[in-house]
């Protein structure tokens, strides 16, 4: 989703949504474009585990990792993060609120949320 010059990833995971920025805090890289992933975590040595799946977003350009749920870096998440918008889910409406509200057509397209402003 584009509002004027920023651009905003929304993603669902597990019925929960999150919205991120779309540009990568290292080089401004389209995040939206990197892979979904999890994280692979360790016991012991030898003893390997991966968590997570989906809520890991990867930056195409320099493989970044980015906890969709915080913003925040995989590797450094003090210093380094991906600014995070609240997002709110509206299901009942009274009809006093619809002209005052602006809608757009949703689809999703190969897994993709699509937003058609």
């Known amino acids: ?21 779309n540009r990568c805090p290292h080089q401004g890289g389209p995040l939206c474009r990197g892979e979904l992933t999890g ?39 003090q210093r380094s993060r991906v600014r995070k918008f609240p997002v709110t889910v509206e299901t009942q409406l009274s009809p006093e609120d619809l002209p005052k509200i602006e809608t757009f057509t949703v689809t999703v397209e190969s897994g993709w949320i699509v937003v058609h402003i």
């Open 1 to 21: 989703m584009q509002i004027n010059h920023l651009t905003v990833g929304v993603f669902n995971l597990n019925g929960q949504f999150y919205a991120l920025n």
């Open 39 to 77: 994280l692979i975590t360790s016991s012991a040595p030898g003893r390997y585990a991966y968590t997570r799946p989906g809520e890991i977003i990867r930056c195409p350009w320099h493989a970044w990792e980015f906890d969709i749920t915080t913003g925040q870096a995989v590797v450094d998440p």
